[in-house]
Structure formats: C-alpha cells, structure tokens
C-alpha cells in the first residue's frame, strides 16, 4: 500500500501521454483499479498531450518522454508554462541525463521509470498531486551528483545533535544512502530495518528540516555541510 492514503472526497483526474497504445492501455487498466485515480484521457503524441490539457484540465499528466510531434521535454515546458498548477510525472523507460535534467528544467514533478511497481506509481501520482516532487532513486542520485558536482556523499560524524536541526546519527545515515540513490527497501537492507521504518525515519527527516522530498532534504544537509562530499 501507498504510505500517501487517498482522499475519500476526491478523485485524482489523469491525462496519459504516450504514443504506444499497449502501454497506455496497461496504465490505465491498472490505475483505474484505484478509486482515487480517474483518467479522463490519453494523448498519442505531445502536441495532444498539450490540448488535451486544456481541453480537460487534468490534475496530473503523465508523460512519456519520445513521443511523435513535440517531446515529452517541449510538451511539458508549454503545459507548465500555460498551466503551473498541472502536475506532470514523466514516466518513461530512459534515465538518459540529458532526458532528466531537461524534464525537470521544463518543470516536471516527479520522474519515474517503466520499470516501475505499479504501487510506486500510484504513490508519484498521489505524491506530485500533493505538491511534493517524486523522483526514481536513480534519478535522485542524479540530481544530487549534479548539485553536489558529481562527488559522492557520504556522512561527517556529527559533533553536537543541534547542529543538524536535531536529526539523530541514524537520520544522517539514512541521507548518506538516499544521497546514493538507494530505494527505501534497499536502505532497509542496509540497515537491517524494514522499509516501513525507513519510511518513518524519513517523514521525521523531513518534519525537521521542512522539506518534502528526499532530494531535497539531502540537498539541504550538503548546503550545512552535515554531510559532506570528496571524491
């Protein structure tokens, strides 16, 4: 189950953007198992995926990223442009930096792979429509090897707790690894902890330093050198 529970009185409204009608097909037929979720349409190239924003109004498209047309790139720069309150989550098979990093430059909320559980799916979907970011631990890693200058983090051992707005040793490690873009399950593993208790590490993580996202919070701890990084 998704950490994020739907609202009872409210349905996501989705608009899919891919040009394979088989993979359209399977997402929708997935997602509208969940009652919370409603697609009230699919674009087969970028140029629909824009007017069909438009037209219907969608609190969350998403989107693929090679499509005929216009991109998923260009379509996503002209909805958030045209319609900054539209959520959009790229879901596509390429990782490609080039990809990521234009995507969330033209103003994506959220970027998932294919590759994907379809429980990881619902939960971006719920997540981006919240108005917090939801990125593949992949991309993540990306995104903060960018900020960082491609160095890796790692922890520093902290001197004094009120130095890290009260985040405990085990917090920190808990950001060293989603630093190196490891899953919630993967971090459990390391930790010898489940991924439920990871999962509640990160929502104190996130209390205490006011952020909403794992990026974040990780860019957050580089930016106050709790973490530091070398090569």
């Keep these: ?5 739907p609202e009872s009185t409210e349905r996501i409204r989705l608009l899919l953007a891919d040009d394979h009608a088989v993979v359209r097909a399977g997402t929708r037929e997935l997602l509208e198992r969940q009652p919370d979720l409603h697609i ?6 970028g140029e629909e995926a824009v007017r069909l924003t438009q037209e219907l109004q969608p609190d969350v498209v ?13 379509a996503t720069r002209r909805i958030k442009a045209e319609y900054p309150e539209v959520r959009v989550l790229v879901l596509t098979a390429h990782d490609d930096d080039e990809y990521v990093f234009a995507l969330l430059q033209a103003g ?12 990881e799916l619902v939960k971006a979907i ?6 917090q970011s939801a990125l593949a631990p992949t991309v993540a890693g990306k995104v903060v090897a960018q900020f960082t200058g491609g160095k890796t983090v790692h922890d520093v051992l902290p001197h004094s ?7 405990t040793e085990r917090e920190l490690g808990i950001l060293r690894l989603v630093g ?15 991924d439920r208790t990871v999962q509640a590490h990160l929502s104190n993580i996130f209390s205490k330093l006011g952020v909403n996202s794992r990026t974040e919070a990780v860019m957050c701890a580089v930016r106050n050198g709790w973490i530091t990084t070398d090569r």
């Design 108 to 119: 994506a909320n959220g970027y998932l792979l294919k590759t994907a559980e379809i429980d």
């Design 62 to 74: 998403v989107m693929d990223v090679r499509m005929p047309k216009i991109s998923g790139v260009e």
């Design 126 to 131: 719920r997540t981006v429509h919240a108005g």
């Design 1 to 5: 189950m998704s950490e994020i529970s």
């Design 161 to 167: 707790q009120d130095q890290y707005s009260g985040l």
């Design 40 to 45: 009230v349409g699919e674009a087969v190239d």
């Design 180 to 194: 190196r873009g490891l899953s919630n399950k993967r971090i459990g593993k390391e930790l010898f902890i489940s």
